[in-house]
């Protein structure tokens, strides 16, 4: 076909077979071109310096920039050398090739083509080729990608990567491509497919790839002969959703076909089909399958059913017509992990003319999520298909909580047309009620309404608003009367505002007057307040995005009480006032309390937080601020440590300054606490004279001095503390103590002279010294106390203890026992002495090196007192609660020494019989509780097996008994306690006279009653047992066997 060339102009030279074009301009529909040219005919060559000017851009582009530097070279080529090419969208450069290029009288050859954009990561590299043969060119080439960033044209593909192969010529071609995107998550995908085409088709074929963990098959066709048409099929199989809704891991096998066609000034239409194989959704079975029409540009489901274990949903029609859906759920964790309860929802919405109508219903029972519970809950909503779309809204929630916050019910009511409707809410609990109603109408834009009431009541009286307000909302402006909200008592609140959106700016104002702040108790937990506050807020918001907020908040009769373990603690405030002006760069704020008995507190704050949209601290900004006063403490300390510590006083002085920047504070200051006392109960110790001067010099908090009285003694110290990011990162410190009071409690009191360094981390203590201990009175029970379980009884119910987090530790401390160190317990009677290098490398890991020595003891049990005559505990590295035993306790009789040799550890000793001149063991026992030997007396016998138990390890105390029955010829020897009192201790001896009969005789110790016994079996299973004493019976049994 002719070309239309508008213009041509230029210096056209001819010279030895070179042309040469200088200021070209050549114009033409559409666009213009200018620049030079120069052709080479006897020297082949080819320079070119184009511009082409499009006048309308084309996909963005309006400028193209072609350079090329051809020469002459040997065969085959003709011409060699580079040619670039810039698309511009106005100054910017969007694309950029550069490549070699090869020419010969049949072929053109691109090679080490580069194609890049500027500004914009990755880029295209590669080679191509075009052939003239006789009938049509044939082209090939090969492409590889490498990071191409295309996140603005399709917003997932910012890292793609792969490789395109084409061959043929411009009646059919075919090729194949690999494209891979490398990314996390769902992101990440490989796609490969070979393809073949002609001028009217375009067909992929075994299309395969990887995406969401699992792979994609299948093939695509698009054809354009008459319309444009496009197939394809694809099969999915172990897709992971997890990848795009973590919460939904699972297994997907899914089909997937259809067809889509374009007809030419008409609407398309179309056809598409799922279904799900066999899937699973977080563990459960999923189904379902869909089919969808797109006919006159209208999307139709045909059919759209998934169900799986708990769950099922169902969707069918069109948006003109009517589309229907239902969803159900048994068990709502199946949406959202950590949600409770079950819902169903169903409704139906229909389009006509760009306006939606339609209705839905929801119910759900036992809910549960983002911290909102509701026992029940029940929606109705509807739009009708008529003049100004009626609506009607009706949500009621039944026994609901969103953290503190408790209600028995929540009703919302609205009703109405979009120009004229009403709405109204009701909130109840026992304990409190509100309510509320407005009226409005959306026209031009603009919705404005009245807030006709707000009430309320709770147990601090009702409150109510006193007249309606007007509310106005549009996107240009938004406008608020005056709320003006009274209760009981001069109570008073009101709040208005106006301002405009585009930009934003406006103003408010909130005002209030003897506020009863009790009626916060209601959301508070152990803590009661009370009081009155009186305040004004106001503030502005500028066009240029500043904002001046200022405010005064002061309380009147205040105070703060908490009661632990019916002990009442409180703070009473005589007055309160917080002033905060908000200007400029700063943020400036100002406190001071005044205690009704306690002191006073005064602190001020300038914050670099510029008052300005949108709000972002200025962490560089300079830093001010203040805290002083003087408070005397009054058991305040037992609301923070309550059980800990009680009864606590004294006075605190401190004086802290704050400088520097956010980022990089610099605190300073001094904190003194004086004549404070506190009594311990854990520990049964009243501390007094308790001094403490600390001061603080940037990240450094120094304890220049620690002092204390508990009884007689004294405990001082010193440290340091070091902050990093506010923060303790490293500590140091002393600790000196003489005859310091540790425990004073009715079964141990304890005086320590402690002499220690320690320094650490938050992750390591490491800490050096000695511990005197002057003073250990240890008094406990008698011998025999209460049973205690063994490590392996589980106790139902009972609550497990935590396992706290170690330390690491470094603590090697020498433990060393003073002149006055008795232990009168368990029998024993005895003073002790000895030191014990104690080093603990974590709480589970403690151990001991040294020795504990008797220096003077005796030890009784049930009447016999035995001289503790060699008595060491050897701590030798080992467990600090296991140390190995050399006790040995003896009773002399005359010429005879007789006791027990207690050896071992303290968690198995062994406990044996010992005597000088060698002796029985039954005649040991004998001289220890008798003083003599054994004789025939069956009732010493008894005794002396009562003291076996005692005294003995359990299985030589069971061959002791054994020896004793032999040697006095009964078959029972026993000692029952009565109702576990030793007190009514009754001995009791027996003897069978035959199988069936059994008869025995018991004496009580210290009252001196008597018992007789007789048992006779006749028959397999029946007994009779006759007892004759200071109570006498018959009793009658009949015995049941269990195999």
Do not use: C
């Amino acid at each position: 076909q002719p070309v239309r060339i508008d213009s041509f102009q230029g210096d056209l030279l001819f010279s030895l077979g070179t042309i040469l074009v200088r200021d070209l301009s050549l114009r033409m529909p559409g666009f213009q071109a200018s620049g030079s040219l120069l052709a080479g005919f006897q020297r082949p060559a080819l320079r070119a310096d184009l511009q082409v000017i499009a006048w309308k851009p084309v996909s963005g582009v309006d400028r193209i920039e072609i350079t090329t530097d051809l020469a002459g070279t040997e065969a085959p080529a003709q011409l060699d050398g580079s040619i670039e090419t810039t698309l511009f969208s106005g100054t910017a450069r969007i694309v950029r090739l550069q490549a070699g290029l090869a020419v010969t009288n049949s072929s053109l050859r691109l090679r080490s083509a580069v194609l890049s954009r500027p500004g914009r990561r990755g880029r295209v590299t590669g080679q191509a080729e075009l052939v003239f043969g006789a009938e049509s060119p044939v082209f090939q080439g090969d492409l590889a990608l490498a990071g191409i960033d295309l996140s603005r044209e399709v917003p997932f593909l910012n890292d793609l990567n792969g490789s395109i192969s084409i061959s043929g010529n411009q009646q059919e071609y075919e090729g194949s491509f690999v494209l891979e995107q490398k990314d996390r998550g769902w992101k990440a995908g490989r796609l490969e497919a070979g393809f073949r085409g002609t001028t009217s088709s375009l067909a992929l074929t075994a299309i395969n790839g990887n995406w969401f963990e699992g792979t994609l098959r299948g093939s695509a066709r698009m054809n354009w002969k008459k319309l444009l048409t496009i197939s394809a099929s694809l099969r999915a199989r172990n897709m992971n959703p997890a990848h795009i809704a973590p919460a939904w891991p699972g297994t997907i096998n899914m089909d997937l076909d259809g067809t889509v066609r374009l007809p030419q000034n008409r609407q398309p239409r179309g056809r598409l089909s799922l279904r799900l194989l066999k899937s699973r959704i977080r563990g459960e079975a999923l189904r379902g399958d869909a089919a969808a029409r797109l006919d006159q540009g209208t999307i139709a489901l045909d059919r759209m059913v998934f169900e799986g274990t708990g769950f099922h949903g169902k969707a069918e029609g069109d948006l003109a017509r009517g589309f229907d859906f239902s969803v159900g759920l048994s068990d709502l964790s199946l949406l959202k992990p950590g949600a409770a309860g079950r819902a169903r929802m169903e409704g139906r919405v229909r389009k006509k003319e760009g306006a939606y109508s339609g209705s839905v219903t929801l119910h759900g029972r036992r809910l549960a999520m983002n911290g909102v519970k509701a026992g029940s809950l029940d929606l109705r909503a509807r739009i009708e298909d008529r003049e100004g779309f009626p609506f009607s809204l009706k949500l009621s929630l039944q026994n609901g909580a969103y953290d503190l916050v408790r209600f028995d019910s929540l009703a919302l009511d609205a009703a109405g047309s979009l120009r004229d409707h009403r709405v109204s809410a009701a909130l109840r609990s026992s304990i409190y009620e509100i309510a509320a109603s407005l009226a409005g109408s959306w026209q031009e834009k603009t919705w404005q309404g009245t807030i006709l009431r707000f009430s309320g009541s709770d147990p601090e009286g009702v409150w109510k608003t006193t007249e309606p307000a007007s509310l106005i909302i549009s996107r240009t402006r938004f406008s608020l009367s005056p709320v003006v909200l009274t209760g009981k008592g001069g109570e008073l609140v009101r709040l208005q505002g106006s301002g405009e959106t585009g930009p934003l700016s406006g103003s408010f104002a909130l005002d209030w007057r003897e506020l009863n702040i009790a009626r916060l108790n209601e959301w508070l937990t152990g803590l009661t307040v009370h009081g009155f506050t009186s305040g004004r807020i106001t503030g502005k918001v500028l066009p240029d995005g500043l904002l001046e907020v200022s405010g005064n908040v002061d309380l009147s009769k205040g105070g703060i009480s908490r009661t632990i373990r019916g002990l009442e603690v409180k703070a009473e405030l005589r007055k309160a006032d917080l002033a905060l002006h908000w200007r400029g760069e700063v943020l400036e704020g100002k406190l001071s309390l005044v205690f009704a008995e306690q002191g006073r507190i005064d602190a001020n704050l300038q914050a670099p937080l510029p008052a300005r949209l949108p709000i972002a601290l200025n962490r560089d900004g300079p830093l001010r601020g203040a805290l002083s006063g003087r408070v005397r403490e009054m058991g305040l300390l037992s609301l923070l440590f309550p059980g800990l510590v009680q009864k606590t006083r004294g006075q605190l002085d401190l004086d802290l300054r704050i400088g520097g920047t956010w980022s990089a504070p610099s605190p300073r200051g001094t904190l003194r606490l004086g004549n404070a006392a506190a009594y311990f109960p854990a520990a049964g110790i009243h501390v007094t004279d308790i001094l403490l001067d600390a001061g603080m010099e940037g990240s450094t908090i120094r304890i220049a001095s620690f002092k204390a009285r508990s009884g007689k003694g004294s405990l001082q110290g010193k440290g340091a503390v070091f902050l990093e990011g506010w923060l303790p990162a490293r500590y140091e410190g002393s600790l000196e103590g003489e005859r310091f009071q540790a425990m004073f409690l009715p079964q141990m009191r304890l005086q320590v002279s402690p002499k220690i360094e320690f320094e650490g981390t938050p992750k390591k203590l490491t800490a050096k010294g000695e511990v005197r201990v002057p003073e250990l009175l240890v008094y406990g029970p008698p011998a025999e106390g209460p049973i205690e379980p063994s490590e392996d009884v589980v106790i139902v119910g009972g609550q497990k203890e935590e396992t706290a987090a170690r330390m690491a530790m470094e603590i090697d401390i020498r433990v060393i026992l003073g002149d006055r160190v008795i232990v009168k317990a368990e029998g024993v009677d005895a003073s002790l002495g000895g030191e014990v290098l104690l080093t603990i490398r974590s709480l589970q890991e403690m151990t001991g090196k040294g020795e504990i020595k008797v220096i003077k003891g005796r030890y009784g049990i049930y009447g016999v007192s035995l001289d503790i005559t060699r008595g060491r505990l050897f701590f030798a590295g080992g467990a600090i609660g296991n140390p190995t035993l050399d006790i040995l306790a003896l009773k002399t009789v005359n010429e005879v020494k007789a006791g027990v040799l207690v050896s071992g550890t303290l968690q198995r000793p062994v406990v044996k019989l010992y005597s000088e001149p060698a002796l029985p063991e039954t005649d040991i026992l004998a001289y220890i509780v008798l003083g003599h030997p054994l004789g025939q007396d069956q009732e010493q016998g008894a005794l002396l097996m009562r003291a076996a138990a005692a005294l003995l390890s359990a299985g030589q105390s069971v061959a002791l008994q054994d020896q004793i029955k032999n040697r006095l010829g009964l078959d029972t020897i026993d000692i029952e306690s009565g109702k576990g009192e030793v007190s009514r201790s009754l001995v009791t001896i027996g003897k069978y006279l035959s199988r069936r009969l059994y008869i025995s005789y018991g004496y009580a110790l210290f009252t001196g009653e008597s018992l007789f016994r007789l048992r006779y079996r006749f028959g397999r299973n029946w007994e009779l047992e006759s007892r004759s004493g200071a109570t006498s019976g018959v009793d009658l049994y009949y015995t049941i066997q269990f195999d």
